[in-house]
């Protein structure tokens, strides 16, 4: 079985301001690791993806995550925020049979000006 | 290039009735998914087709089912509607390796809002 815990429900930063939103996992096996972001009234979009290769992934619009066996974690970070990123933020593991996606319950990441 | 649409947008039902809810992947696509949203949470899977025949299948009652079409589009069904159905549904497609969903990124649509009274 696997899952993902995201540790706040809600994070507010200041524009211009480091962002991190924190995610656990727990998987039976090797993981593989997503971070997607639902703007109001739009699909989700893929940020980033971790599948075993470099455990510092790059994703789209400035974000990065870091594998850490270890501590079971995939944080998503950001150095500096920006209004647009203001949105909800699911971290994602692949899912039974690798054919379904678990998501987590989701992080409200707002932008303060 | 249009991306996935889902059809319709908002919808409003009472308990009992019967919903159907529409998707057309992106072209070239063969494998739609669907993930059941409620407010607050975020999306649980429910079903995966490809090539017009279920893959996986998350713990949902069998009052909802689907099927895939010769065109790839798909349709999500749901018998006997219950005040807890009320959540965003969302498909999601991508070209369609029969394995695993890992390696193949998934593209989604902006959903059907469904509301049960």
């Known amino acids: 079985a696997q899952s993902v815990t995201q540790l706040d429900s809600h994070v507010s930063v200041s524009e211009g301001t480091p962002v991190l939103l924190r995610c656990n996992y727990s998987s039976s096996y090797s993981p593989s690791l997503f971070w997607y972001v639902q703007h109001p009234n739009k699909g989700l979009q893929l940020l980033l993806k971790y599948t075993s290769a470099a455990t510092l992934v790059k994703g789209i619009n400035g974000f990065e995550a870091e594998f850490k066996k270890s501590e079971t974690s995939f944080h998503l970070t950001k150095p500096s925020a920006h209004m647009s990123d203001a949105a909800e933020y699911f971290c994602?593991?692949?899912?039974?049979?690798?054919?379904?996606?678990?998501f987590g319950s989701g992080t409200r990441l707002q932008v303060q000006p | 290039d249009a991306g996935v649409t889902q059809s319709p947008t908002h919808l409003i039902k009472t308990r009992g009735q019967h919903v159907t809810l529409r998707c057309s992947p992106i072209?070239?696509?063969?494998?739609v998914s669907w993930y059941q949203q409620v407010l607050g949470q975020g999306p649980q899977f429910i079903f995966q087709?490809?090539?017009?025949?279920?893959?996986g299948r998350g713990n949902f009652p069998d009052r909802f089912s689907a099927r895939q079409f010769p065109n790839y589009s798909s349709e999500l069904n749901v018998n006997a509607l219950l005040l807890g159905d009320s959540a965003l549904y969302l498909c999601?497609?991508?070209?369609?390796?029969?394995?695993?969903?890992?390696?193949?990124?998934?593209?989604f649509g902006s959903g059907t809002q469904l509301s049960v009274l």
């Open positions: 087709y490809y090539e017009k025949e279920e893959r």
């Open positions: 999601a497609s991508r070209p369609g390796v029969q394995g695993d969903a890992t390696n193949e990124k998934l593209f």
């Open positions: 072209s070239g696509h063969k494998s």
């Open positions: 994602v593991v692949s899912g039974a049979g690798r054919r379904a996606l678990t």
